[in-house]
């Protein structure tokens, strides 16, 4: 599971078998830890009553909740990503965006096998 932060936006993407253990587990974790012995986590779950994606931030840990429907037909089908806008005052809003991942096809070496390559036919040309 890949997270991407920029401003005010936070891009999860996800490989197939990330995708199937989500859908085993109803979670995905992963982590860097410093040398200092700190460590930032993020980890998806899926919540049965949540009807909207949910984002927050605590003690070094980043969560994003999906709606296990939205979450379900998500990855049962063809659709590429789910996103949202949460309103966090004053006017401003976090992007969260959950996406299948492509491989990327200015790599030729890479191993595609864990990548959505079906889906990438109408993707950009780099990552």
Same mark, same amino acid.
Request: with cysteine; charged share 30%; net charge negative.
């Given at each position: ?20 253990? *989500? ?20 980890? *998806?779950?899926? =919540? =049965? ?20 429907? *939205? ?11 789910? =996103? ?9 809003? *976090? ?33």
């Amino acid at each position: 599971m890949k997270i991407r932060c920029e401003q005010n936006s936070i891009r999860v993407r996800l490989r197939k078998s990330e995708i199937v253990q *989500l859908r085993v587990e109803n979670w995905l974790e992963a982590a860097i830890h410093f040398p200092d012995g700190q460590v930032f986590a993020w980890e *998806l779950l899926l =919540e =049965e009553s949540l009807q909207d994606i949910a984002a927050h931030f605590e003690n070094g840990r980043l969560c994003v909740k999906l709606p296990a429907s *939205l979450a379900q037909n998500w990855m049962d089908t063809e659709e590429v990503s789910m =996103e949202c806008f949460i309103p966090v005052g004053e006017g401003h809003a *976090l992007h969260v965006l959950i996406e299948k991942d492509f491989p990327c096809k200015d790599r030729p070496d890479e191993d595609k096998t864990d990548f959505f390559t079906e889906l990438a036919a109408d993707a950009p040309l780099n990552c």
